[in-house]
């Protein structure tokens, strides 16, 4: 048997060579049909497009993505095809919460984030961490998700144009869908932007081609409508003009932590084990990339009492250093992408210093540990 995978995916190298008789590496863009032609099984990323025209005559009978989205992967040709496809859902949450939080505490600086109602759109397992910890540090939160809304009711759901009208700041965590009641592709368009209030803040780490870039851009110029993005229409060939304006922008690197790629490459490498029932699914990287918490000490962040969140999150995550590598080199998106040096998220860090319950509270919402925390 063959296997094809992903050059850039970590620590999975050796890890199917004693089970396959060919295991190739290479990168993601440039696996086509002919790498694949007589394998059985493919593990990619995003920059793999898995339609018709890499798969047809292949032996592909499954699909590992080590990603939360499937919209680099033609669901409904695999299904004609039999092929089976498997993805990471929830993998990347916690660094993806980090990117968030980060980006609404510079954003804040000198207004503060008290008052601001902020609309989650799409909550899921990344949405619903972002509710807890916006709720925890004071923000009010409307959330937006109709999936789950003809489920579960609209007790806690709101529609989207209630949104629009009472949000200062959006936020989405929503697959890249193009068909059907709830496709997602430019959900924020012209008619979004016509009707978002002045003023607002677009923040999206969801995919590309959720926001209309160019509609932003008219909501830039005509309602002063600001936004801070990690992932972009073409990329990696991003648009410059959108690029200039943004407040924050990164290279599709806000789930980019060791955690969230530990994750992700266990659960491929285990849906690829139980799908050809291989002696690996209890596989875990060795040795371990993820030991104990680092501990803080919550003394240097705390200020007349109170915890400086900003100064916390610049010590664990400096955004900016992401956002000044992007502006420097935007013509190295993609490498700079794949060089990434993978950072900790919050789960990464613990401290130990006494705080109220209510200090306790948020930094648990926030997704760090405390050295009280049962294990």
Same mark, same amino acid.
């Given at each position: 048997?063959?296997?094809?995978?992903?050059?850039?995916?970590?620590?999975?190298?050796?890890?199917?060579?004693?089970?396959?008789?060919? $295991?190739?590496? =290479? =990168?993601?863009?440039?696996?086509?049909?002919?790498?694949?032609?007589?394998?059985?099984?493919?593990? !990619?990323?995003?920059?793999?497009?898995?339609?018709?025209?890499?798969? =047809?005559? @292949?032996?592909?009978?499954?699909?590992?993505?080590?990603?939360?989205?499937?919209?680099?992967?033609?669901?409904?040709?695999?299904?004609?095809?039999?092929?089976?496809?498997?993805?990471?859902?929830?993998?990347?949450?916690?660094? !993806?919460?980090?990117?968030?939080?980060?980006?609404?505490?510079? #954003?804040?600086?000198?207004?503060?984030?008290?008052?601001?109602?902020?609309?989650?759109?799409? !909550?899921?397992?990344?949405?619903?961490?972002?509710?807890?910890?916006?709720?925890?540090?004071?923000?009010?939160?409307?959330?937006?998700?109709?999936?789950?809304?003809?489920?579960?009711?609209? =007790?806690?759901?709101?529609?989207?144009?209630?949104?629009?009208?009472?949000?200062?700041?959006? @936020?989405?965590?929503?697959?890249?869908?193009?068909?059907? $009641?709830?496709?997602?592709?430019?959900?924020?368009?012209?008619?979004?932007?016509?009707?978002?209030?002045?003023?607002?803040?677009?923040?999206?780490?969801?995919?590309?081609?959720?926001?209309?870039?160019?509609?932003?851009?008219?909501?830039?110029?005509?309602?002063? !409508?600001?936004?801070? #993005?990690? $992932?972009?229409?073409?990329?990696?060939?991003?648009?410059?003009?959108?690029?200039?304006?943004?407040?924050?922008?990164?290279?599709?690197?806000?789930?980019?932590?060791?955690?969230?790629?530990?994750?992700?490459?266990?659960?491929?490498?285990?849906?690829?084990?139980?799908?050809?029932?291989?002696?690996?699914?209890?596989?875990?990287?060795?040795?371990?990339?993820?030991?104990?918490?680092?501990?803080?000490?919550?003394?240097?962040?705390?200020?007349?009492?109170?915890?400086?969140?900003?100064?916390?999150?610049?010590?664990?995550?400096?955004?900016?250093?992401?956002?000044?590598?992007?502006?420097?080199?935007?013509?190295?998106?993609?490498?700079?992408?794949?060089?990434?040096?993978?950072?900790?998220?919050?789960?990464?860090?613990?401290?130990?210093?006494?705080?109220?319950?209510?200090?306790?509270?948020?930094?648990?919402?926030?997704?760090?540990?405390?050295?009280?925390?049962?294990?």
């Amino acid at each position: 048997m063959k296997i094809v995978i992903d050059t850039d995916i970590p620590y999975i190298k050796g890890v199917f060579e004693p089970y396959f008789g060919k $295991v190739i590496y =290479k =990168k993601g863009i440039e696996i086509v049909h002919n790498d694949i032609k007589d394998a059985v099984a493919l593990i !990619v990323r995003t920059r793999t497009i898995c339609n018709e025209a890499l798969l =047809k005559g @292949s032996g592909i009978r499954a699909i590992a993505t080590a990603t939360v989205g499937t919209d680099h992967i033609d669901i409904d040709y695999c299904n004609t095809q039999g092929i089976e496809v498997f993805s990471a859902p929830g993998s990347n949450a916690g660094g !993806v919460l980090q990117w968030m939080i980060a980006v609404l505490f510079e #954003l804040s600086q000198g207004t503060g984030l008290q008052g601001k109602v902020l609309g989650v759109i799409g !909550v899921g397992r990344i949405g619903g961490l972002l509710v807890k910890a916006a709720e925890a540090l004071g923000l009010t939160v409307l959330q937006c998700d109709p999936p789950r809304a003809r489920i579960e009711g609209d =007790k806690h759901f709101f529609p989207l144009k209630v949104l629009l009208k009472e949000c200062d700041l959006f @936020s989405f965590h929503v697959p890249l869908s193009f068909k059907g $009641v709830d496709a997602t592709y430019q959900m924020a368009g012209n008619d979004f932007f016509k009707l978002i209030k002045p003023g607002a803040w677009i923040i999206n780490s969801a995919r590309g081609g959720v926001v209309d870039e160019q509609a932003m851009m008219k909501g830039y110029l005509t309602k002063n !409508v600001r936004y801070a #993005l990690d $992932v972009w229409d073409n990329e990696p060939h991003i648009d410059r003009q959108v690029l200039s304006k943004a407040l924050f922008a990164t290279p599709h690197i806000a789930g980019y932590t060791i955690e969230g790629k530990v994750n992700a490459t266990i659960m491929a490498v285990k849906a690829i084990a139980s799908f050809f029932n291989l002696n690996l699914r209890l596989w875990k990287p060795e040795p371990y990339p993820i030991q104990n918490p680092f501990r803080l000490d919550m003394n240097d962040f705390i200020e007349n009492g109170a915890i400086n969140y900003r100064s916390l999150f610049r010590k664990v995550y400096s955004i900016s250093d992401d956002d000044m590598q992007l502006r420097n080199n935007p013509d190295h998106f993609e490498s700079i992408r794949s060089n990434y040096r993978l950072r900790h998220d919050n789960s990464g860090y613990s401290f130990d210093t006494d705080l109220s319950q209510n200090q306790k509270e948020i930094i648990r919402a926030l997704g760090f540990n405390l050295i009280t925390d049962d294990p």
